[in-house]
């Protein structure tokens, strides 16, 4: 039977749905969670059962670590080992609630489960209404990755969640299209030094006016390395390529291929091809906001291959390349020879 889908309204969250959610949590099951950034498949974070079930509901590997979502800096103890790093706690005096998620010392009475037996846990505490209030009334901490079948998009709206992982899982709580639409910038310390795993909604160059900060290097940190890091990530399922910002596919071979690329930027197009926006270059938010939703539905019509351009853009540019780029695998065409 597929799970219930609830409505709670952002601005005034249903006391009757927050406590039917809260509940379903405390005994083991599965909810799905509105936040600020993306859906969330939430399980008791301390219930080694109830997050095993996650892996399972999502079909992801078990060294792909979870974030544990907290309501307020009051249960990170539960969560955290020791006190905060200097850095980590003016970071979290700065963004939290919000979209950044930090990566501490693992509290032993979290299963290492939670963090693919990892010494360190991602701990993130959420913005959104409902997501503090379902958190406040479960009373304990909980995991959450974004609630989508493992290498595919990741939900904005509940909408997404039901078609993925409606069959699989207690309940889905409706509260709309998500604000930011990409996930939590996620971020590591080496010393006082902080270091970008993943790059998200807050744009690094926010960071770095709080705190020394740099973006995870691969060749050189193999030690803070992020894991569940794959190339190919964010896939819409049908074969998608990625392109450089700017790039000029107007002596392309012909064929039933959709172009993403930006409003008021509709390159000169080969026979076949269909232009679709993700939105103007002007307004990177709302390009990120809208992503996954464009990311989804760029297979109506059914092409043979989506292309998609990069914006080139730094801030949320950063995050909004980052999912581009794993949507094709990683592999970044720079002219028509390498499409
Ligand atoms: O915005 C978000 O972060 C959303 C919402 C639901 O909060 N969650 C989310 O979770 O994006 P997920 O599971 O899709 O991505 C979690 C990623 C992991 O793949 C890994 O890259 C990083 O966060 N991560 C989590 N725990 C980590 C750890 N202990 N060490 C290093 N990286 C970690
Ligand atoms: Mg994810």
């Not at 609630?147 to 889905?172: C, K, M, Q, W, Y």
């Not at 002596?251 to 409003?263: D, K, M, Q, S, T």
Request: proline share 10%; aromatic share 4%; charged share 20%.
């Amino acid at each position: 039977m597929p799970a219930p889908l609830l409505p709670c309204p952002t601005d005034n969250p249903d006391p009757a749905v927050i406590e039917r959610a809260a509940s379903v949590l405390r005994a083991g099951g599965l909810v799905a969670i509105p936040t600020e950034t993306v859906y969330g498949l939430g399980a008791h974070a301390l219930d080694a059962t109830a997050v095993a079930s996650i892996f399972t509901a999502k079909g992801r590997p078990s060294t792909d670590p979870l974030i544990v979502h907290i309501d307020a800096l009051a249960m990170a103890p539960q969560v955290v080992d020791g006190d905060f790093p200097t850095p980590a706690r003016i970071l979290a005096d700065a963004y939290w609630p919000g979209p950044l998620t930090l990566v501490l010392p693992r509290h032993p009475s979290v299963p290492a489960a939670v963090s693919s037996g990892l010494p360190l846990v991602g701990v993130r505490c959420p913005s959104h209404p409902t997501a503090q209030a379902i958190i406040s009334a479960a009373g304990v901490p909980i995991a959450a990755p974004s609630a989508n079948r493992f290498g595919r998009i990741s939900p904005t709206r509940a909408s997404h969640v039901a078609a993925e992982l409606g069959d699989r899982i207690d309940l889905i709580v409706d509260s709309g299209p998500c604000s930011a639409g990409v996930e939590s910038t996620v971020v590591s310390f080496d010393g006082d030094m902080a270091v970008v795993l993943r790059h998200g909604a807050i744009p690094l160059e926010s960071i770095a006016a709080h705190v020394a900060v740099r973006s995870i290097d691969t060749t050189s940190d193999a030690a803070i390395a992020s894991p569940g890091h794959d190339e190919r990530h964010y896939s819409p399922g049908i074969p998608t390529t990625t392109v450089i910002a700017g790039f000029d596919p107007a002596h392309a071979p012909p064929g039933n291929v959709r172009y993403l690329g930006y409003e008021g930027e509709e390159p000169e197009l080969p026979a076949g091809w269909s232009f679709v926006p993700f939105g103007s270059r002007r307004d990177l938010d709302a390009i990120a906001h809208d992503l996954y939703d464009v990311l989804r539905h760029a297979d109506v019509a059914a092409p043979t291959r989506i292309i998609a351009e990069l914006t080139g853009e730094a801030g949320i540019g950063r995050a909004i390349d980052d999912r581009l780029s794993r949507a094709g695998s990683s592999r970044i065409a720079q002219s028509i020879a390498d499409l």
